[in-house]
Structures are given as structure tokens and as C-alpha cells.
């Protein structure tokens, strides 16, 4: 498949000859013969093909985007422009905060291939260490500091207003895949659609429910606005716990083709929603051995940790930065001391309620929309998931509509440990 | 004057050879010679220079924008792709509401020139008519359309959310005159600079008030982040009663050459503001053969009209266009009357609030800041001046402080009525 644009579809045996010809690649493997390199395509990608290369002097991973959605097929197109949008990113997010983003060593534009540091074993992806009820001691350190890097100082509180505009216009460019969020998070579980689905019968109540909560959608409305119009920082765009890669030791973000310049909370409510998701399917995979108990408090722990951490670290850099460029804020102006921290709590004061508005819609999207989640997905029993999802549905609405009456993660971690089983 | 860009500053002289290299400009005056055709530049223009071309045939205005801006001098550099951005938004408005803005002829980037339709006399700039103490029928009815049209039909409730993301990618090119705005309103009048004026040593105290209101600092703060980040609909960007010309039957909306992508209540904030300060301005011009008092009256009238007319006309073209490509609100979602109707009135109330804000915060700058208006510029009384200004000033804080409690335009007329001289 060959098309005008220079673009053609790898495949396990054409990637040989494409490794071969980029330099950047062949000498991450230590030359030019490729003896003894195995390729692998891993096969689990919603959207892109990715091979993972292993050579005895070194490896990468092979990302390329088609123009549709690989889970779909071509009967959902969908621009490859998009790995354009995530090299950019990566990169960005990856000056900010390297520790937690994966290298990347060569992008293609016309063949939207981008080739990156493999993230070896024992890396699994944190939604199934989640499933298996796996601790991860330094998650809420790591995740608040690549959260607080990457959207500080993509912010207008490190940026001047001048290279913000620029940055925004580029990222106006990524518009496609901006509008598959606003259909599958935004719209389609409010509406009776052909692309929803979610336990039935269980759940038909529940989703019609959904559909007939006015209260509930008139707040939908505001966030779905502040998501197609507020450019507050870079932001990842799809930071769930199927896009982070960890062992007990590291914590690496992957995936960052939906980013574009919108509302952090849309960020940070991905990751704490996730979480929430997780927190609720624990029941689905207790057994006698393991009654997840215990493993519930570390998620909550993990929550109110997150946020905590998030915040002192997000603070912590605005306080180092506030006689920078960034020009949303002016020290000249906020030039006293209590004034500068009322300015800072009123600011991450609405940070949270939008985290908590963006995260619950995620929540719920993943129970009556078109994409579940395996952590829910896993639980064979569809009645006892049924129930699950339904636990995390009822506390991802009263998030949503209360949001801005919760003035500590501590209330959140509250409203969630009231919703029982 | 040339540089290497094609660009050179037309005088008076060297217009004549320009109109003559440009087919539009040489049909509009009925062909190529230019016998009889007067030339005059206007000379009032803050950041441009401005040609009126009369002719036996016919007529226009030539605006060319030079690299800094003319009342301060080349001591303030400033892009002449402002101009640019001027022609563009003065097409794209002018197409929503061909009777509100005037005609554009001619445009040429490299010389930042835009040949556009003449304002004949009786045409004034409303400021001026607003000093003089004449009423203009119309005026709400016809502002109330053009910010209507120009808002919504530019906003996602109509835009799909692509098209609003490639037009919003455009205007993030205007960013210089974004800056200006960010500076001269919502940063030097709450800060030390030495921009700032007042009437002095009157209102030496009140300017000092201003800086010290900490409310009112960290209210402005949320202003001034909405302004840089917002994507709202493509605002003029500037729309004071000097942006506005007007006869009894006329009203026509010039220079727009702030537009960008940014919170409709900017703009509707700038034009109500503005007008707020006519109002408190009028006891200055008061004299024995006319006391103003019907005057103000029929401000605050207009006042009323302009947003109950806005509000009207703003649901009815959302009404209209409900089912069409518009992506923020989907009929599908919102899908019982009683539903659609909240949806809008909460849309309102946010956009009211906004409205509030932003010409609360325009209406400050005028008073404490660089530049002023001709309202109070024109009460020779320092004294008398002062006090016109103090009520002003009083006003808008209190509009921008407690903007949230207000729920109808009765209750911002009340808040202004109870300011007495």
C-alpha cells in the first residue's frame, strides 16, 4: 500500500528496510546489519501499529499511524497526521520532564513513524498492574511531577503570552482527534447513539438515567466548551492508565497523539478518574485469596497523594518562575505576599473542580460509551460488573454535578468511600 | 521611506501614485485618471494613518498601518500585520453583517494597506455624539445585531468544532495587539508604571485604591486569563463608542484591528462600559441651557435595550441554527424544550457576567491608566473632571467585584443610578 504522499504501511517484514534506511534507527541497534534483530509487533494498539525491535546492542520501539483507527478499522478514518502531534509532544513533554517520558530517537513525518526507547520489562501498562492488584509505591510522586512539569510551563504562567499564541496555533492543527473527544467523551453518552454500549441489562436504567439527568448535562455542556475552548497548557489529552508504562521504580507516559493546548484539568481528572475506575472494579476481581481491602486504601491513598503532591510541586514551580516570562500573572501586581497565595489557592481551587468535572465525564464515558476499560472489562461475572460499573457511575455523577462544593481531595475520597457495594 | 519587504509609508503626496497602481481603488473613483479627486488624511487616527479620497465619481478610505504606533511614536514599535488582521476580520464580520461594517475594497499585505468604504458625513464617531448629547434611536437595535451576528455566527454554536480550531489557528497571529490589550488593560492600571495617568491630585488616591484592592486584583487576574485563553468567537477586540460611527439612521463598526479569537464579553463589556462612562461623564457637560438629565436617561436606556435586544437576537439565531453544523450544543443531547431553554439561559448569564467584568475592567483603564477618553478628556474642570471620573471608577469596581450577583441589566442600571454626584 503505497500512497501519493510517500506514505506506505509497514508491515513485520517492510519495517527490516525501513529500520535499514534511517540512520537514528540503525545506530541505536550499533550499525548498519540488522543480524540477530528481532521485530515484534506487539498487536494491543487502539489506534497504531507498534513493532518493538530488539537487537543484541540495543532496541527501540516503531510507531506508525494509519489513516484510520487500527480497533475500528477503515471504516473510522482518521488523519495520520496525528503522529506529527505526538512527536511534538513527546518531545515537549519529554524536555519538561524526562524522567517520565520516553525518549525519542527519529520521526518520520510523510511515513508518521516515530521510533522511541522500548520500555523493557519489567514495564507493564499501569491499568493491568491496577487489574492484578499491583502497589506502586512511587506513582503519585512520579505522575504529580510530570503533570506539574508538563502543564506549568506550558502554561501562561511560565510562557509569555506571545509564545503561547504560537504554540496554540500549532497545536489548532491537531483538530481531528480533538473532535473524537468531544464526540466519545462529550456527546455520545448523553444521546442515544449506535456507537454506545455498556452491561446490559443490567445497566439499561442506569444509561438511560444518564441520558435523562438534565443537571447533568447542563455541566457536561460547560466542560465540553472549556475543552474545544479554553488553551490553558500543552496537555496530554488522554492521560488514562492504559497510556502509563511502570515498574515498581519507574513511571513513563506514553501515547500523547490526542495532545493540543486546552484545560489541565482534563489531565489531571483523567488520571485521578482512572483511578476512581480502578478503586471500583477492586470488588470485581476480589477473591477468597484476596479481598482488596487493603489494596482499595492504597488507590485512595494514591489519589489524595497525587493531588497533594500536585499541587506542592505545582505551587513550588510557580514560586520559582513568578519573576519569569510567564505573564498571566505579574508579581508587580500580586505584590504582597497573601495576596500571591490567595491568587495560587483560588487558582488551583478552580484547577480542582475542573479535575474533578473532567475526570468524572471520563468516568462515565468508559461505562455507557463506545471504549470500556479492562479493569471492568476483566470481571467475567456481568452481573457482579454490572454492579461495579454502576458504583463508579453514581459517584462519577455527583462528582460531576458537586464538583465545586469540594474544597479537599479528602471530600472526594469521602463521597467515593460512602458509595458501597 | 522603503524597506526590503515592498513595504514604504504612503504620505499624502505618494497616495496618488498608489490609488493609481490599484485597479479597485482607480474603479472606485470612476477610472484611471484622478482630476478633481481630493486627498486628505484625516490626522486623528491613534495607530494609523488615514486617507480620505473624494471624487467626482466616487470615494474611499485608505488606512495603512506603519510599524509603531502614531500617537505615541516609533518610541512603540508595532506590527503593521495588524492590518492584516484588520482586513480579514473587517471581511469576515462585514460578510455576517454587511449593515453594520463597512465595505472593504482593496487590501495589500506587503503595504499594510486597506482601501475601505468612506463614511460620509453626517457620520460621526459615537464618542463625539455621545459628548455632544445626541440621541441615536437605533443605536441599540443596530449594536445589538452586530454583536450578535458577529458573535454567534463565529462561536461553536455554529462553527463546527474544525473550522472554529483552523480560524482560531489564524487569528493567533495577531498576537501583538493581544499584548497590547493584556498590558494597557488588565496589568499597568493595577501595578506602578509609569503609562498610568490620572487626574491629579484628585484622583491620586482612588488610582492608589485601585492598586491596594486586592478583590479586585485577584477578579482581574481571572479576567486576564480568560482573555489569553478563551476561544470564544472572533471579537473586534476593541470595541469602545470610538470604534463606532454614526448618524440618526447609521452605525457602522470600525478598526477592528485587535480581532482574535477571545471571550465574547470582551466586546460586549467594551461597548456597555463605554457607555457607562458617557453616562457619568455628563455632569460634566452639563450646563444652564441643558442640565443632560434626559440624556442620561436615554443612555441608561440604550443600555437596557442593547442587552435585552442582544439576548433576543442572540437565542433567536441559536434557535435558528439548532439543527445545523454548530458542534457546543447538540439538539440531540438537549433534547426537551424546558432543557434547551436552561441551556441557553445559563450560556446568558455566564456571557452577562462576563460582559460585566470586562467592562468593568475597560472601564478602569480609561480612568487610571494610558489611555483615556474624550467623555471626561473634554470637561476642562479638573476638578468637576475628577468627580465625573471617581463616580465612574466606584461604579466599575463594584460592577467587577460583585458581578456574579447581578441577574438583570435593572439591577447594573440601580448599581449606576445609586451613584450620585
Redesign the interface.
Known sequence: MESGDGFRALDEKSVVEYIKSAPALTARLGGGQLDGVEIREVGDGNLNFVYIVLGPAGSFVLKQALPYIRCVGESWPMTKERAYFEALALKEHGRLCPDHVPEVYHFDRSMSVIGMRYLEPPHIILRKGLIAGIEYPLLAEHMSEYMAKTLFFTS?LYHS??E???A???F??N??L??LT?QVVF?DP???SHFNRWTSPYLDRDAEAVRED?AL??E???L??MF?????ALIHGDLHTGSIMVTSDSTQVIDPEFAFYGPMGFDIGAFLGNLILAYFSQDGHANEGNDRKAYKQWILRTIVETWDLFQKKFISLWDEHKDGKG????I?????P??WI??QQ?YLKDLFHDALGFGAAKMIRRIVGIAHVEDFESIADASKRASCERNALNCAKRLLKERRQFETVGQVISVIQEIQP
Chains 1, 2 share one sequence.
Open positions: 501562561l503570552t506571545a503561547h499564541r504560537r496554540v496555533a500549532e489548532c492543527g483538530l481531528e480533538c473532535r468531544e456527546s448523553y444521546r442515544v438534565d448535562k447542563i457536561v455542556a460547560g465540553k466548551s474545544c475552548e479554553r488553551a490553558q505573564e498571566a500573572y505579574l508587580s501586581i500580586y505584590n504582597k497573601e495576596l490567595s491568587l483560588k
